[in-house]
């Protein structure tokens, strides 16, 4: 995978200069760590190392915006509670999510389904 084209895409998410970006370059590398250990397919293709590369970005984004929770925009009603940070957080998790559903022919199937016969 490519560290660089994993960083452009969490880079272009998240709306930060290259300065602030490389605060985040652990999350990065540990996207990249976490895709290359979903990996099952053995000959990838230079489209799927992009892809993969790509996902791990986006992965990355929902990492940074998990870490970077920042309390001020948050306002309670009562028992009501709004947060504008959580909303952008379900948005990247289901980003994510996307993701993981288009690069399914290169990962595991980590889930198990027990029906009853």
Known sequence: MSFEKALNRFTLLSGLSDEEALKWLPVVK?????????????????????????????????????YSIDDEDNVTLGSLHLSANQRKIEEAEKMWQTELKTLSDLFRNDSF???RM
């Open 30 to 66: 540990d996207a990249i760590v976490y895709i290359e250990s979903l990996v099952t397919k053995k000959d990838l293709t230079e489209r799927d190392k992009t892809r993969l590369s790509s996902s791990a970005g986006v992965y990355a984004y929902y990492r940074y915006l998990c």
């Open 113 to 115: 389904i027990f029906r």
